[in-house]
Structure formats: structure tokens, C-alpha cells
């Protein structure tokens, strides 16, 4: 199984889209998370976090295993950033000369 890195890209910093939502719109956000990473399931290699900084455009990652690039484009069905930003799939290649 390959890995793949998941990068959420917003053109609104997550700080600044977390700072505007009310408690309830932050708990149902989670609450869509929560249920998306209980559907990938054990795809999740790594549920990441949220990012700071640089251009401001990305704003988290996670890592995910899957047979191919198509099985982990698949996982993203329903995925709730894709309401708020796109996703970038990018695989992870193994180091050279490991």
C-alpha cells in the first residue's frame, strides 16, 4: 500500500476560520471531521493538524494508505473540507536508498 499525504487548502487562514465561527458552528465542524476520519477508518495513517503560517493557503494535513492514488481520491467522498477549501493528494515516495 502507498501513502499519501493529504494537504486542506483554504484561501482563509484555518486561525481566522475557527476565530469567526460561533461555538456551534466550531462543534458541528469537528463533529464533520470526527465522522469522515470514522469512515477512512484505518486508511488514516496519521490524522494530522491543523498548519500556521507560510502563504496562509494551507491550512492541515493528514496522511493517509490506500492501494492507489484512485482508492485514496475515493476516501474523500463526503470529506468536509472539501465544503470550505480543495484537497491536495500527493503521494509519498519512499527515500532514496531506504
Known amino acids: 500500500m502507498a501513502k499519501f499525504l493529504l494537504l486542506y487548502r483554504d484561501d482563509q487562514p484555518v486561525e481566522q476560520r475557527m476565530a469567526q465561527a460561533t461555538p456551534e458552528q466550531q462543534a458541528t465542524m469537528m463533529e464533520a ?3 469522515w476520519f470514522a469512515k477512512a477508518g484505518d486508511a ?6 491543523p498548519t500556521s503560517g507560510g502563504d496562509g493557503t494551507v491550512g492541515g494535513f493528514t496522511i493517509l494508505e490506500a492501494d492507489s492514488a484512485d ?3 475515493a476516501l474523500l467522498a463526503g470529506h468536509p473540507h472539501t465544503e470550505t477549501g480543495t484537497i491536495d493528494v500527493l503521494e509519498i515516495l519512499p527515500r532514496p536508498g531506504a
Do not use: I, S, T, Y
Not at 44 to 49: E, I, L, S, T
Open 71 to 73: 482508492a485514496a481520491q
Open 44 to 49: 488514516v495513517v496519521d490524522a494530522g493538524a
Open 33 to 35: 471531521w470526527a465522522a
